[in-house]
C-alpha cells in the first residue's frame, strides 16, 4: 500500500463555523511531518477527516490514495494516537493492547514488545490506565499506534505531557521510523517542539494552511535589519531606489530586500550604516506568534504564506 498521506480541499463546518477551511497538503515517506497550529486552529479534526472518524463537508482525505475506512484491517498500515486520555481507563496498559492486537490479529509476543518499546514494561504495564501520567498515557498510545506494525503514523500532539527525555526518545523513534521509509504525521501547539523532530512542517491557523515546506525553508531567516546613522536619509535612499522599509522602533528598519541592495541603496546616497544585517527571528517564528495573538490572526490567514 502507498504511504503518502493526501488531503484534497478538506472543509468541516460545526454549524456556521468553519474548523477546517479547504486544507490541502501531503505528508510524504520517509519525512517526519509537523502538523503545527495554536489550539483550536483544526489540527484534530483534521486528523479525525483522515482516520474517517469525522466525515468532511468537502474534499478528501486519503493515504495512499485510499481512504481510510476502505482500507482493510487499516491498524496494519496506519498506526493513530488521537486523544490520549480517551484510554479505558479501567484497564491495564497490558489489557489495552492486548485487545487492540486481537483485533488486528497480531499475536501477544508483539505487545510485550511493544511495551518494551516504549518502556512500560513491568510493573507499569499491570497498572490500570486511569492511575498513568499523561507521559504515561502517550507512551501507551505511541505502543498501541505501533502495534500493527504500520507503515504510517498519525499521532496528535503525541508530545503534550512527556519530559524533555520523553521528547528525545519520540523523536528518535519516529526518526528512525521514518529512515526506513515510513510516514509520520504528528501534530503539534508547541513550534520549538515540532522544529526538533520534523522534517517538514504544515502552519495551520484558523482552520487554514497558512505555511508549509521544509523546515529548512520555513526557518531561513528571510529579510534584512538595518540601522543608520539618520533614519530620515536612509528612509529617503530607500524610497528612491524603490526598496521598502518598516521601522523596528529602535532607529533601525527592516525589509523583505536582501542586505546587499539595502548597502548599495544607502552607499549611492551617502548614508552611513551602523548595523546592517539579516532579520532575525523572521519567518516561521513570528508567523506562529501572530497567529497565536488573537487580534493579528485574520492578516496573517487572509495573506497566507507559500514556501
Ligand atoms: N464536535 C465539535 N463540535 C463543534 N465544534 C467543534 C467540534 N470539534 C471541534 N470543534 C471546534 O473546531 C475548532 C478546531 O478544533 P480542533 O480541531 O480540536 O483544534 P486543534 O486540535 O488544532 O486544537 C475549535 O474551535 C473547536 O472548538
Ligand atoms: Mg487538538
Redesign the pocket.
Known sequence: MGRVITLENVTKR?GA?T?VDDVSFTAQPGRVTGFL?P????????MRVMVGLTPPNGGRATIGGHLYSQIPNPARHVGVLLDASAQHAGRTGREVLRISADTMGVGPKRVEEMLELVGLSGNEAKRRVRNYSLGMRQRLGIANAFLGDPSVLILDEPVNGLDPAGIHWMRGLLRQFASQGGTVLL?S?LLHEVEMIADDMIL?GR?KIVAQGTKAELLQTRGTYVKPEDPAALLQALQGAGVEAIPSGDGGFRSEAEPIDIGRAAAAAGVVLIELKPAEGAGLEEMFLQLTSDDARESITAQGVQV
Open positions: 460545526y463555523f474548523a497550529g489550539n483550536g486552529a483544526g489540527k484534530s479534526t483534521s501534530s501547539h495551520i482552520g
